[in-house]
């Protein structure tokens, strides 16, 4: 992937399924979607009130994705993700960056406020987020599922939550 060549557009079916069967490996196997979940996160994405987008490369692969949720008080909590075969390599900033912009875009211009939530292990992604300016803003925990725990109860997790403003 190179740096400056990605086109951002409205999730596609085909890139919602090819996201579903991403597999990162450890310690971020976290991040995997067990199969049993597919159905019900692809219907999820690909909702008409969801706010999802590919990120594609040359037309040709997606790269990543950005999520949107636009909240009741103006800010805008984000999700976003890079395809394992991208992580680790440099991209993660510009990626961010590209993110934010994007959401200035088209939810709530110049002076909109984001929000995200990121596992407290990933230490590589809270270091990317905060060389993009966002700033700890406190935690939660929540019960979640992995891979490693489809067999098993949901765990609970810790996250940092992080705001970037205008």
């Not at 991403?22 to 976290?30: I, K, Q, T």
């Not at 270091?127 to 300016?133: P, W």
Request: glycine share 8%; with cysteine.
């Amino acid at each position: 992937m190179e740096k400056n060549m990605y086109t951002i557009r409205k999730m596609t079916q085909s890139y919602a399924k090819d996201y579903l069967n991403w597999h990162y490996p450890a310690p971020y196997e976290f991040y995997n979607i067990p199969k049993e979940y597919h159905e019900a996160e692809l219907k999820a994405i690909m909702a008409p009130s969801a706010h999802w987008f590919c990120v594609e490369k040359s037309g040709s692969e997606m790269v990543g994705f950005y999520q949107y949720t636009p909240l009741k008080n103006g800010a805008v909590e984000i999700g976003l993700g890079l395809k394992p075969d991208y992580t680790g390599k440099g991209y993660g900033l510009k990626f961010v960056r590209g993110c934010v912009q994007f959401g200035r875009q088209q939810f709530g211009g110049e002076s909109a406020t984001f929000l995200l939530r990121v596992a407290e292990f990933n230490k590589r992604a809270i270091k990317t987020y905060r060389r993009a300016g966002f700033q700890d803003c406190g935690r939660a925990q929540a019960m979640t599922r992995t891979m490693a725990w489809a067999q098993e109860p949901a765990k609970p997790v810790s996250f940092l939550c992080m705001k970037l403003s205008a």
